[in-house]
């Protein structure tokens, strides 16, 4: 119990105030879109490219840690596209959109500060080395499906063309990549730039939290409850069950284990509705998904902090 006040409440109290100024008319929608753009487009990319930058990458990219957290992603998408066609009779591309929300977990504004509140800021290397990859990999997934079942028949060159473009022209993948150039060639970063940086870093989480509460005012249920269960129970429950199994059958040390669990459990990302309203496709059900699925981490994920060593 006490982590649930410790670690979780915390993290959802900033959410809570978010959603509050929102339903109390303190901030507009259009106030909203300006907190969650600058956060997606400029502080979290900052973030994730200190992170990488900084990030020991021999000690911290391990094959168990990568393997277990990715394929539980993969079965949630698997079950989310055959459940959405063979249970609740959805099109080819609900179906992709529907599996995409299962297969993208909130792992940077809920993953990285509940695992920091109850482990610590040492605890977060496995994190980043799992959000490095998790963008350019759910993304590649997604898109790729999508315009696979959309142009059926199409030229395979085509298709590809498609999938890179929409994925360098995502924020956090710019990111994600300019921190691996910085890693790799050892390219110094003058100590003003580094300075500014670490300014964005400082206010990339609380800021992206409070405008994911406002973001969640507008994404009350309304219909399709059968699906949108069916999704949030892949999320919170299939995916880590799956992803500590493997750890554990791995021999994955604990703090990775932690961090990939921990990152598995986390409820659909505000990218799975990004990624449905891009192609007009189960939009309730992403929007939905990322509110109850939202919700219920401070339950699902108090009882995976008492599973974890």
């Known amino acids: ?45 900052c973030l994730l490219f200190v992170a990488i930058a900084r990030l020991d990458l021999s000690q911290n990219f391990d094959w168990r840690l990568l393997i277990s957290f990715y394929t539980g992603a993969i079965v949630g998408f698997a ?57 350019p990999f759910c993304y590649a997934i997604g898109i790729t499906a999508m315009e696979l079942v959309r142009n059926r028949g199409g030229r395979l060159r085509d298709t590809a063309g498609r999938v890179l473009a929409a994925m360098f022209r995502n924020a956090l993948v710019i990111g994600i990549a300019l921190g691996f150039v910085v890693n790799l060639t050892a390219l110094p970063i003058p100590g003003v730039v580094d300075q500014a940086l670490d300014m964005m870093v400082r206010a990339a989480l609380p800021a992206a939290l409070f405008g994911l509460g406002g973001v969640l005012y507008l994404y009350r249920p309304e219909g399709d409850l059968r699906t949108i269960c069916y999704v949030v129970i892949l999320s919170l429950v299939i995916h880590p069950a799956l992803t500590y199994g493997l750890a554990r059958a791995f021999g994955l040390g604990t703090e990775a284990l932690r961090s990939a669990v921990v990152t598995a459990a986390m409820a659909p990302g505000v990218n799975a509705y990004v990624f449905a309203n891009l192609y007009g496709r189960a939009r309730r059900v992403a929007a939905s998904s990322v509110l109850i699925g939202t919700l219920g981490v401070i339950a699902t994920g108090w009882i995976w902090l008492q599973i974890l060593p």
């Not at 509940?114 to 959000?131: D, Q, V």
């Open 1 to 45: 119990m006490q982590a649930l006040f410790d670690v979780i409440l915390p993290v959802f109290l900033v959410i809570g105030f978010g959603y509050v100024a929102r339903w109390r008319r303190l901030i507009t929608d259009a106030q909203v879109d300006g907190v969650v753009w600058f956060t997606q487009t400029f502080a979290i990319p």
């Open 79 to 135: 079950l989310g596209f055959g459940g959405a066609r063979l249970l609740f009779k959805r099109d080819w591309e609900d179906c992709v959109a529907i599996g995409f929300v299962a297969l993208f977990s909130n792992s940077v504004l809920l993953g990285l500060p509940i695992t920091e509140r109850a482990y610590g800021a040492n605890a977060l290397a496995a994190n980043y080395a799992i959000i490095a990859v998790h963008s």
